[in-house]
């Protein structure tokens, strides 16, 4: 064919460097030096003026981070210069609650990525995170009526301790893992919700991740709680310039979903080919409540990300929806976990990887149902597309079982884009590139189907200029 | 000049095994010509071969669409000057549906011919271009929001793709054995479909095995396909006597391929 396949996605990132590739000056209100100590935890710790538990914990976690090994599976993160990151850059003194208070240049930033736009239209509340510090955000006034609390964490420790202090590191221990117990240590912004008793949250929160430096290190960390009956869905997207030298991304979230409730969380992330994104996600489900986890990666340098599900309840239900995409350069270890501990439990795993131009997409998860999780359910699904011979899609799915009546199924299939599928779609009059788009469209769309539509968009076009190149 | 001019073309295998041994064909709108030939005959390798398949080389001759040579073209510069091709066994693309599909190949066609420039159908028209092409066809509402020939039966993937002709309106069509894996009713339906589309705007090749889809759509030429090449032409009268007595009274040494 006239085209070929290096030529359609060589020109990948060419978008993204106008689209977010850009940075802006540095002109930060608090800088820390390079390199993770104990004197940078208490100089965080003091800038936030945070209670001494909470500067213990960051102090263990150090201690913690320092012991383990870095992990030798997944991807390789031996080439993570610890020592050259910059750990936390507080950009602007205050939190503005309108855009207009923000100085210019990340008032500009939030502007071209469109997010005050979005905050009009269909979201029910922002919160705009840039380096380590949250610098904007808002919530509808009617929400914080209904006792809805929507915070960056910073203003959750500060102004609902009680409640912080009870879940904080629960769901997630300071030493699950080297990268938890870093983002232990030295954890800034991220988001704080509560959503009482019976609530709707009826449009999405969204919070938005935004790396400017270069080297920067970015360690947000949120916590949410819906109690009994209420529902929220949480959305967050991440962005970075496109830098020579890489930068990290390490959060941990975790969500606790109680009786009868239902949490879903989507992330869409689309960072720089620079960053390392090694994140950690863990929800608990308690009787007859619904979690959901919608995760898009699309950027990155390596992602590590496996969102989990513990059913602790009886009749709770998972759902892990994953779409990995995988470029020049890029690795997508994602995944997802359900671990069934009560009985009538159910879940389903759907993974979709894509990887092109030599990337490399895989699914990593782990089913696991525990003995006394009677009648419990689950299906996983993981498919992979390999659009060229240089790229590579890997599967493993570890599967535990200790109960007798259980259901579990696993699916899984690996497919290329055919000469035959190309040829058709083009005889349709669709260039090279516009039909390969297609065919990628189509293998995540039970996927995007499940997103709101401004998000299913969102996905398409990125996932159509992934796809562009000779055309662009 | 016809519309579709195709002189002395030669079609290989990528192996160098040589198919399709020289044929020469005019087609215009308004015209039907049907193409007869037993299996194996190289009927359809001329079909992939006038899309511009990649699995097909041609080694010699020209194909002329409005005087424009289309060797050289991709598949998809060739449909957007009006050229389609009904695949015999038309591809799956799961997650994309009939109504998305269409609506996509129908921009790609303007933006070519708005010289590259986006110039999107607006939706109310394509609804109703849309609805009105497949009540014609009879061809059942759900099924646009169907995924493209997934789990279809071969009579609803040959529906559809008579559908996408419908709504694409190309100058030439080219039907590769469309009447395969038809009912009776199934074929009645696309044939009468193809027939109404033939007019000014559109003439059409049916290539086939069976003279039966000829009982429906009456062609204005008929040309009969053996060994690569054309050995006889004629009126519909030849479908008739091809009917009588089979392929074995035309021989590919009787008369050399024209």
């Known amino acids: ?472 | 000049m016809a519309a579709l001019e195709i002189k002395n073309l030669h079609v290989a295998l990528e192996d160098g095994t040589e198919i399709v041994k020289g044929v020469d064909l005019s087609v215009n709108p308004n015209e039907i010509h049907a193409i007869m030939g037993p299996n194996g005959s190289g009927k359809s390798t001329l079909a992939y071969a006038l899309m511009g398949h990649p699995g097909y080389q041609i080694t010699e001759g020209e194909i002329l669409f409005d005087g424009e040579d289309l060797v050289q073209m991709s598949p998809d510069e060739r449909a957007q000057r009006g050229l389609f091709l009904a695949f015999q066994y038309p591809h799956a693309i799961p997650g994309v549906t009939v109504t998305s599909f269409l609506r996509s190949a129908i921009n790609a066609v303007r933006k070519a011919n708005a010289g590259g420039e986006d110039d999107p159908i607006p939706v109310p028209e394509f609804r109703k271009d849309l609805l009105e092409a497949m009540d014609q066809l009879k061809v059942p509402r759900e099924l646009a929001g169907r995924y493209v020939n997934d789990g279809f039966s071969g009579g609803e993937k040959k529906r559809v793709e008579i559908l996408q002709m419908a709504m694409l309106k190309p100058k030439i069509a080219v039907l590769d054995e469309t009447d395969s894996g038809l009912d009776i009713d199934a074929l009645k339906i696309v044939a009468q479909g193809v027939q109404s589309l033939v007019g000014p705007e559109m003439g059409t090749i049916v290539i086939t095995h069976y003279q039966r889809i000829l009982n429906h759509i009456e062609p204005d030429h008929v040309h009969v396909f053996l060994g690569g090449g054309i050995v006889e032409e004629g009126g519909p009268e030849l479908a008739h006597k091809l009917e009588a007595e089979g392929y074995e009274g035309f021989s590919s040494n009787g008369k050399e391929p024209a």
């Open chain 1, 1 to 472: 064919m006239a085209v070929t396949e290096t030529e359609i996605v060589k020109g990948i990132g060419s978008d993204y460097e106008v689209k977010y590739g850009f940075h802006v000056p540095e002109d930060y209100f608090f800088k820390s030096g390079r390199g993770l100590s104990h004197e940078l935890i208490d100089a965080i710790s003091s800038h936030k003026d945070e209670p001494d538990w909470m500067r213990k914990f960051r102090h263990k976690s150090l201690e913690y981070f320092n012991a383990r090994p870095l992990p030798r599976w997944g991807g390789d993160v031996s080439r993570i210069d610890f020592e050259n990151i910059f750990y936390y850059i507080r950009p602007t003194e205050k939190q503005a609650n309108s855009w207009e208070d923000l100085p210019a240049d990340i008032k500009d930033t939030w502007d071209k990525l469109g997010i005050p736009e979005a905050e009009k239209k269909y979201l029910a509340g922002v919160g705009a995170q840039y380096e380590s510090e949250v610098v904007y955000h808002k919530l509808q006034e009617d929400l914080t009526r209904q006792g809805v609390l929507f915070l960056d964490m910073d203003s959750g420790l500060r102004e609902q301790e009680d409640i912080v202090k009870r879940y904080f590191g629960k769901v997630i221990p300071q030493n699950d893992n080297k990268f938890a117990a870093l983002n232990s240590a030295v954890w800034s912004g991220g988001s704080f919700i509560y959503v009482p008793p019976g609530v709707h949250v009826e449009m999405p929160l969204q919070a938005y991740f935004r790396i400017n430096a270069e080297n920067m290190g970015q360690f947000e960390r949120t916590l949410i709680i819906v109690d009994e009956g209420a529902y929220v869905h949480y959305v967050e997207g991440c962005t970075a310039p496109i830098y020579t030298s890489d930068s990290l991304h390490s959060a941990v979230v975790e969500i606790i979903v109680n009786k009868g409730g239902r949490c879903r969380y989507t992330t869409i992330q689309n960072w720089s080919t620079n960053v390392y994104n090694l994140v950690t996600k863990r929800a608990v489900a308690h009787e007859d409540s619904t979690m959901e986890w919608v995760d898009g990666n699309l950027g990155s340098k390596l992602t590590m990300k496996y969102p989990s599900i513990w059913l602790l309840g009886d009749g709770a239900h998972g759902e892990v929806l994953s779409i990995a995409f995988a470029g020049k350069g890029q690795h997508q270890d994602a995944g997802g976990k359900a671990v069934h501990v009560a009985p009538r439990t159910s879940s389903v795993i759907t993974s979709k990887s894509i990887s092109k131009n030599g990337g490399r997409a895989g699914y990593r998860g782990l089913l696991e149902i525990a003995k006394g999780a009677h009648g419990a359910k689950s299906k996983v699904v993981c498919d992979a597309l390999i659009l060229d011979e240089e790229s590579r899609s890997d599967t493993y799915p570890y599967i535990r079982i200790d109960e007798n009546d259980v259901s579990a199924e696993h699916e899984a299939t690996v497919s290329k884009i055919g000469e035959e599928q190309l040829f058709y779609l083009m005889s349709r009059g669709l260039s090279e590139a516009e039909a390969s788009a297609m065919v990628v469209s189509g293998f995540v769309e039970p996927i995007t189907k499940e997103l709101p539509l401004e998000y299913a968009v969102e996905m398409n076009r990125l996932i159509q200029l992934q796809m562009e190149g000779s055309v662009g």
